[in-house]
Structures are given as structure tokens and as C-alpha cells.
């Protein structure tokens, strides 16, 4: 079976056969071609992609090119298991070695490694430096390791591993192999330290576009967690979704919830046993779950690439775990919303656990003041209103060229100020000043809200003239506008066990009228508007159809005991409903369908979409 002939510039390269034959595709994406032509002429290289810029590939075609077997290193299990699954279901050869597998799967794995059976084989980077594996590889010529979640090495890094550190030893015991750094997120100090670290010789560096134009961003004021995650997810339903929090009773809590209110979601956290997260992990992929609701443990190991929504319950602590954790979202191309719950009390949790945690850990002052640093990033990036794809292109050192990126709150106009913003924070500011200084966030919400309490009353703050000033505000939204005034510098909240707020400079400008103050309004409903984006990839994509495609991929999915995105993406479904091609020459030709799946796979797409056409009376091979 034949492809329609193509005009990409690769039309007679062995790139992009390969490309064609295991993975469907017609063109690589920027990038790409220099990250693979830097492994098969054997110069090291760091490659900067964001999540779902289609790193992997940059390291699974040159060895099927060059008919040789690399290594990857990879720090997941769960991650290694999906990228082989996929690997084996394209017809690509592939194994892994990991803690945990029966001596009968390891001696098989090795047996086929020595054998030069395998082009790629993925190793957790604690095994690869065993003196026992190290024999195993000298045995057989390694042309190059690819270093996956590369950024890992570097203390400046969002998520240093100290077992990576060794990785700069692969040159000593192989001296000839290149070796190619690959991460989804990291500024020029992390680019650096990462090739200073793994003693890169004269490496290529290519550095991908960090904005993904198919995912909205929204960053709103937390007034009900739980609330606000559910009507997002009403937004979504049926489609997989994560929500990530800060603690793990708050994975436990909001899955609870989000089970009471007929969602099928479970939580996910480094103290659950391995069994238990072997298990959610396995139906997120299996589709058996929507959502998940986890700590940053869920992270590098989900691979599933139609994720529809991604909402951070409360701030993360770097720039670099937003823009990673919100890349888990839309890895197939299409469209994808993430929302993030702010308030300004989880910058100040977040400092909390940075002290505790240096402490247990004896860290060095020079990595607590990088953690604080990353945090007030993130901080930066919440409490401002500008657009979120330009101020996070901006974060990793790259120029946003859009006035408009009509795909975040700001842009889309779904940000609203209060329009009495200095009135507000004057009485916000006057209400601090007239309980002396002398007290914290709580107890001002108490006073200006009218609150009849014990304490309120012990300290006469009930005769006060700002007692009920603003009564008419609910508490949460309250709580929210006085942690507003902390983050935009007009009041100060000191580190003390029981921190008080105090007035400063700004404060006192605000409170003479010489300083006006913009509030953003937590809204309980926005109106949330579909993005061009949105509109255009479902444009002639018969969605009747498309559903029954799912079905079907689901349902051959778990008769072959592997997650359904592992068999085509939504992109390659929406294709093929929006299509509906005919024969199997018409779907080879579609996006995402190689020679092997065609092969394995093809008859019964063939058969679904022929009887679902004949039964709507619709045109074949549109």
C-alpha cells in the first residue's frame, strides 16, 4: 500500500520513510530534523521542546535510520512502559529494563539487547551506571544515550535529581558514543548547567518555540476550590482531565468530591502504595477514569495525549512546573484548557514547605534561594494582569510576536477590575490601621465583613468604624482582594507563627489618595468563550462519528492490553471522521496512520466508518 505522493522537502531522505512507516506522519516538525541529524552524525546535543513538540522522535528515528541500538534514559517506569507499548504497536522495536520486572522479562530483554534486536532501549538512569549493566553494554557498540527530562540534573532545574549527576560518567566508559540531552522546560541557566554538568562537547543546541498556541490559559482568584474544579470539568465532560494540588490529603479530598458529584476521577500522591498508583495511572490511560486529582507526582509519567484540561487547584511552585504541567494538556495538537485557582496564600505555603523541607534535607542555602526565586516567578505570573502566552514566552527568554493571542483570559476579555479598586483597597488598608497592625488576614475579613465573634468583641473591634465596612462582600472573595493588596506590594504580612499584616509605604499612599490600585473581581461565574482554535479544529469533523471512533479505539485498546492513545490521538480520529475515508489506501494517508496499524488495526476503522456512513447517508472520501 502506497502513500499519495507528498511535496515535504524529505520526500526521499530514509527520515522520512521511517517516519512514514512507524508513525503515519508526512513531516517533521520544527527542529525535529536538526535534533536527528545531530544523533546520526554522532555530535552531542541539547534539544528544548515543549511538552508535546514531539521530543521523542528526535531520538526513536536515528537509530531505525541507521540500523543501530541506542539507549534512553528515562526516570519513570510508567513512562518507559507507555513509550515501548507505542514503540512495539507502530512495528518499532523496543524494549526497557527496570526495577520491578520478572528475572524470565529481564533475561529476555537482555538476551534480545545483545542480539541487536532492539533500536531503542530504555533504562531508569540509577540501573544504567551498575557495574552489571555497564558489561552488558560494552558488549555491543552504543552510537549514542538520549537523556530524557534532562533538566533534572541541574540544582537550578525545577526538579533536581541527584542520580542524574552521575550521568556525566557515560563519557568515561563510553568515549566514542554522543550523548543528547532532551527537556521540555529549562531557561538559559538550566541550558547551561545541564551542558556543563553532562560534559557535552561543543553540543548542538536547539531551542524550540515554548508558547503552545492550542492551549488557554485562565488564571482566576480561588474563592471555593472545589467549586470552581467542577464547573470546569462540566466544561469537559467525558474527556480526561488532571487537577493538580498542593498536599496529598487535597488530592484525597477534591477526588472524593469530585466521585460524590458522579465524576469518575481518583487521586494520585507519592504515600499512595506502588500498586495503587500503578492502578490509577492504568485506567487514566485505559479511559476507565476522567480525572485525576494529584500532587506533582503525577507528572513526567502520563503520556496520554488527549488530555483535554489541566487545573491547578492552587499556584505551583516554579514557572517551569506550570509550563510542564500545564503541557499534559493537548499533547495531540488540538485544543486544551488550563485553569489555575490563585491566592496569594500559596506563594506563602509554598515558602513554608521550601523551609521545612531544606531543613530535613540539609539543603545549601544556594538551592533555597533558588526554590524561593523560582517561586516569586510564579507569583509574578498570577498576581499580574497581561497575556499569559506572552509573559510565559517572555520567562524562558522568547520574544511573543502577537498584540492579541486570543487563547487567555486577558485576551479573550474575561478578566474584569473592580471598578471602585482604590476605594476597596482604602478600606481594606484602613481596617489594618485601625486594629493597630496587630493582626492577621482572618481577623481583618472577620471586622470588615461585620462578623459578631468572641475574639472580635474581646478586642472591641466591633466599635470599630470599618466593622461591616464591606458586608456585603462574601468572605471568600474578601480573603481574596486582601491577599491581592499582599501580592501587589500595598500591604505586609510578616513571618512570624501567626503572621499580621502590616502597612507600608505604598499602603499609606493608597490610604492619602496619591496611589490608585487595580483589584481583579473574583468572579463565581465567567463567561468563557470558545478560541478560534477551538472553532477551527472541529471545522467539518462530524462529531457523531468521531465518538463512535473513540468507542472503537477503546475497545480494541483493551483487548490488546495497552492505553487507547497509544492506537491513534484524537487528531488522527477528528481526521479520519472529518474525512471518512474509504479504503485503506484513503486511510494510510491519513495523519497518524503508519504501515503496521493499517495492517493490525485498519479493517475495523474501515468498517466503522463505512456503516456509520451508510447509516447517516454521508459521503465517503470527502
Known sequence: MKREPSTSPYENSAILDTLRRYWGYNELRPLQEQAIQAELNHRDSLVVMPTGGGKSLCYQIPPAVGKRTDIVISPLISLMKDQVDGLRECGYPAGALYSGMPAHAIQETEAQFLAGRYQLLFVAPERLLTP?????????????????????????????????????????????????????????????????????????????????PNLVYRIVPRYDARAQVLEILKRHQNQAAIVYCISRNDTESMASFLQANRIRAAHYHAGMEADQRRRTQEEFA?????????????????????????????????????????????????EAECVLLYSAADAMRWD???????????ATPESIAASRQLLDHMRQICSGVHCRHKKLSEYFGQAYPKA????????????????????????ILSCVARVGERFGAAHIVDVLAGADTERVRRWGH????????????????????????????????????????????????????????????????????????????????????????RGLRRKLADQRGVPAYVLFNDATLRDMAKVRPGSPGSLLNIKGVGEKKLADIGQPFLEAISNYCREKRLEMDT
Open 462 to 549: 466591633d466599635k470599630l468604624s470599618t466593622h461591616g465596612l464591606m458586608k456585603d462582600t462574601d468572605r471568600k472573595s474578601l480573603t481574596n482582594l486582601v491577599y491581592q493588596l499582599i501580592d501587589n506590594g500595598l500591604l505586609e504580612r510578616s513571618d512570624e507563627e501567626y503572621p499580621v499584616l502590616r502597612l507600608n509605604d505604598a499602603s499609606r499612599a493608597v490610604l492619602k489618595g496619591q496611589r490608585t490600585v487595580q483589584l481583579v473581581e473574583p468572579k463565581t461565574k465567567v463567561k468563557v468563550k470558545k478560541t478560534r482554535f477551538d472553532e477551527k479544529s472541529w471545522e467539518n469533523v462530524d462529531e457523531g462519528l468521531f465518538e463512535a471512533l
Open 352 to 362: 513554608s514547605l521550601i523551609t521545612r523541607n531544606a531543613n530535613q534535607a540539609d
Open 132 to 212: 552489571q549493566f555497564l558489561r552488558l553494554a560494552e558488549k555491543i557498540k552504543i552510537d549514542a544515550f538520549a537523556i530524557d527530562e534532562a533538566h533534572c540534573i541541574s540544582h537550578w532545574g525545577h526538579d533536581f535529581r541527584p542520580e542524574y549527576r552521575r550521568l556525566a560518567e557515560l563519557k568515561k566508559y563510553f568515549p566514542k558514543a554522543s550523548l543528547h540531552a532532551y527537556t521540555a522546560t529549562a531557561t538559559d541557566r538550566v541550558r547551561l548547567d545541564i551542558a556543563e554538568q553532562l560534559k557535552l562537547r561543543n553540543p548542538e543546541l536547539l531551542v524550540g518555540i515554548f508558547d503552545r
Open 286 to 334: 485505559s479511559e476507565a477514569l476522567d480525572v485525576v486529582a494529584a500532587t506533582v507526582a503525577f507528572g513526567m509519567g502520563i503520556d496520554r495525549s488527549d488530555v483535554r484540561c489541566v487545573i491547578h487547584a492552587a499556584m505551583p511552585k516554579s514557572v517551569e512546573h506550570y509550563q510542564q504541567e500545564t503541557g499534559r494538556a493537548g499533547r495531540d495538537g488540538l
Open 404 to 427: 492579541n493571542c486570543e487563547a487567555c483570559d486577558v485576551c479573550l476579555s474575561e478578566v474584569e477590575g473592580l471598578a471602585d479598586g482604590t476605594v476597596t483597597a482604602q478600606k
